[in-house]
């Protein structure tokens, strides 16, 4: 069993900043790539960002140039720093394994990223 813990999310301005956690932990193979997904409001889940254990990265066209994705391979955690935040970036952002589609059906709770005056 696999377990996704994330954090960081909350209220900001349009062009404010936020930077996400996630802890990977349980049976995970600690080599895999890891990945960000997010999910607005009647829309389906999509990937944000992903990266692999040698840091090789892979970014949706939508955030490329805002926002940097990285990884902290002894603590099974990734990071996701969102700069120039814009209103459409509002949804859940979740954490799972995979570089460009999610390797578990287990999903976290995700954290809360909310971009609004």
């Known amino acids: 069993q696999v377990q996704f813990v994330e954090s960081g999310g909350g209220l900001v301005q349009p062009g404010g900043s936020l930077r996400l956690s996630c802890a990977a932990s349980?049976?995970?193979?600690?080599?895999?790539?890891m990945g960000w997904y997010r999910q607005a409001p009647g829309k389906q889940r999509e990937l944000v960002a992903a990266i692999t254990i040698g840091s090789r990265t892979n970014y949706a066209d939508f955030v490329k140039g805002r926002f940097t994705i990285s990884r902290d391979n002894a603590k099974n955690t990734v990071y996701l720093q969102m700069n120039r935040l814009k209103s459409e970036d509002t949804g859940v952002y979740y954490c799972?394994?995979?570089?460009?589609?999610?390797?578990?059906?287990?999903w976290g709770q995700g954290t809360q990223v909310t971009v609004s005056d």
């Open positions: 349980g049976s995970i193979d600690s080599t895999y790539a």
């Open positions: 799972n394994a995979g570089y460009s589609s999610p390797l578990y059906d287990y």
